[in-house]
């Protein structure tokens, strides 16, 4: 669903992220587009640190929608909760967690290079440095919207 198309639900995401990063969550890139996001990231409790930024985030997110009432997208998070999860009105991220470790610096590359050409992959954008929300400028000795640890 296009949840990030707006600043300020862009601003939910990167806002989390950076007080997760004063705790020690490490970001080496990210890429974040209209209805998903890419993150490669590293912590000492990754699964903990994932668990809270994706609960803090779902309830900014839908806070966020309900305030500005953006009804289509709130009823497709009611309509694709999932049945047992009575604890809530609404599912915003997919259940459970899916880490691969990266195990070389030519992975790591790797890994850094596909998120950051989603963008143009999907015809945003002719560069990866253009897509504002991502870290490609990071890497291409430019200034981004987040303080990321490059990897290289």
């Not at 707006?6 to 020690?24: A, H, N, Y």
């Not at 209805?35 to 409790?45: D, F, G, V, Y």
């Not at 903990?48 to 609960?55: L, P, T, V």
Request: proline share 3%; hydrophobic share 40%.
């Amino acid at each position: 669903m296009p949840v990030f198309t707006r600043p300020q639900t862009v601003d939910i995401i990167l806002d989390s992220l950076r007080f997760l990063m004063k705790e020690g969550l490490k970001v080496y890139a990210y890429v974040i587009l209209e209805n998903h996001l890419h993150l490669i990231m590293q912590s000492a409790q990754l699964n903990k640190d994932i668990a809270r930024f994706k609960s803090f985030t779902a309830r900014q997110l839908i806070a966020y929608l309900e305030q500005h009432n953006v009804r289509t997208i709130l009823e497709q998070l009611a309509f694709y909760k999932k049945v047992h999860k009575t604890d809530r009105q609404y599912q915003f991220w997919q259940e459970g967690v899916h880490p691969e470790l990266i195990q070389s610096e030519a992975m790591m590359l790797q890994k850094i290079e596909y998120i950051h050409h989603n963008p143009v992959k999907r015809g945003y954008v002719d560069k990866a440095v253009h897509w504002r929300y991502s870290s490609a400028r990071d890497y291409h000795g430019e200034v981004g919207l987040l303080d990321v640890d490059k990897a290289c």
